[in-house]
């Protein structure tokens, strides 16, 4: 069964916003596994999105680390930590601030396993608030594309409560290091205060769960196209979908939730069925996660395609601040609902 | 910008070796010239064209590897520069693992997917080596981390040189260290060159441990040509962070008999300078106290250079007829399980 947004929200279950979902998913594994602990800027008052909060209350400072603002000191010290047997998790306020510790990222943290034949592996999670939210091209970056091309990391980018606590708890159960991108706008907290909407709240359940890495979703069934969506992305995607749904086109919405390892069996197979793909993506079009995307399944499963492949995604430009600037450059659900429509005519 | 100014050896006068134990000297010696014969029969067989790959040779800085190492315990780990064969062999990490990885062979102590700027066998606490410059020091800072939250006892030792002290990786590592008072020994081998650069056209100071007390952590420059010397500032720096006191930055004065790599003659460098530091080798100074010490005969330090001749051959025979890595390995440890 696909996990239906509207079904969820209308549940009479328990309804947590993104970021309690996260927090619940930290606390059970700190209490499963004393290894696990939490550093960052700023924890003691929740770091940016309140992902921190609470924490240092329950576990103390031993295992919920205030830190310099020394990104790349506190990412390799992590890496260190973690090839001794403990499982950090990062915290950034802003996912923005990780390119200042990138040497770390992908010139150790990625690739010390390999070089060194195996001898040691890296269970690390960086908690990484993504895209953009009006603050400006520096704090807008879509930072999961960057690390798409860079081997030895996994990429989890969950939409829904539900998906970001069981994604989350695999990721810190991973031996690997895991980028976990969540969207600015789905955490459910704005300037330190909860601040909840409708794309940030949804049922999660009381007892516990997992969900592997590396696993898509359908979050719509649909027969006439494929569009593959995730983040905030995905949401515009749905409300797309279900008003198309009134006007006769039948939308299959694909969630990868992560972008390595990728689900690309689920897409091919949705493709088989709807014989059309759009891909939708907040990141730049250049380079974009959905440009190898549209590779694969060009490469893999053409023959079942009834029209071009098409992307709705960022163009390639910084990030502007003025909100007319910035909605006119980031995917909407007007761009989107357009390009379904052309390609429902092809 | 600032000129360059001749930094010259200064000797000093060397402590009598008659409280030291008789196998540890003995060792020292050993372990030294493992790492300068090693290095000399890799040079050799580059030259030849046989070996693949680059190399950074360690020759001259000798005495700082092998005295910071036997100063550590076996649970000890350390972190190793790009020019690490030197401090590898110092921890314990067979020649034949270190040979048979700069071949690229299957044998070798990273699987062949290391090669000489990566060696390092985590069974004897060598962490695979880090080549980017200041990228080791907050990972060395972070094993340092989990042996103090694990009350392990353990140290790290994080090596590097002083081109290191000028990369914002290093100074965030130090800052960390000292707010967290790991267990964590900054051990800098000062060869006075980045490359080519001269230390001195590059900071406004005279020595890299005068950069400790600004992170609130002790510093010491001493001379690094002397074993003896570098072995009890480890020691004590050692006991210090294991008994919770933090930290410590210890810069050992040392220079490269060569250039920066394999290909580099290290011609930039002022021949009053180089001369001055050729003649302080630290091999046949040590070799000569040695001598001097009633414990140790002629006979039994050439039997020493024997073994050790012995011991080189032999990795090259072993790494000569070990087999390469199988093509589908290049697929594996990308993710662990």
Redesign the interface.
Known sequence: MPTDRKQSVQSTSRQLTVVQALREAVREEMRRDEQVFVLGEDIRIGGSFLFTLGLLDEFGSERVLNTPISEAGFVGLAIGAAIQGMRPIIDFQYGDFIFTAFDQIMQQCAKLQYMSGGQVSIPLVFQLPTGASGRGAQHANSVETVFCGIPGLKIATPATPYDAKGLFKSAVRDNNPVMFCVHKHLYGSKGRQLAESSISRGHVPDEEYLIPLGRGDIKKRGQDITLVANGLMLHRSLNVAEALENEGVSVEVVDPRCLAPFDTDLVINSVVKTSRLLIVEEGSERGGWGAQLAADIAGQAIGFLDAPIRRVATPNVPIPFSPVLESAVIPDEARIRSVILELMDH | MRALTIRLPQVPDFAPLDAYDHDLLREIYRRMVLIRQFELKVNELFLQGVMPGTIHLSLGQEASAVGACLALEAGD?ITLTHRGHGQALAKGVSADSLMAELFGKVT???????GSL?V???SVGA??A?A?VG?S???????????K??ETGQV?LNFFGEGTANK??W???L??AA??KLPVIFLCENNLYGVSTHVTEVMAIDYVAERASAYGMPGSTIYGNDPIAVHEAVKSAADQARAGGGPALIECLTYRRGGHKRDDPGAYRPQEEVQAWLRTDPIPAYRERLLADSRFSLSAIEAIDAAVASTIDASVEFALASAAPTTESAW??????
């Open positions: 780990v070798g102590c990273c699987r062949g997917k290391g990566h390092g066998d985590m962490l695979p880090i980017i990228a020091s907050p990972i060395a800072a972070g094993m340092a981390f989990a042996f939250r694990g790290a914002g990786d100074h965030e590592a800052n960390l707010i967290w594996e440890h990308v993710y662990a399980d």
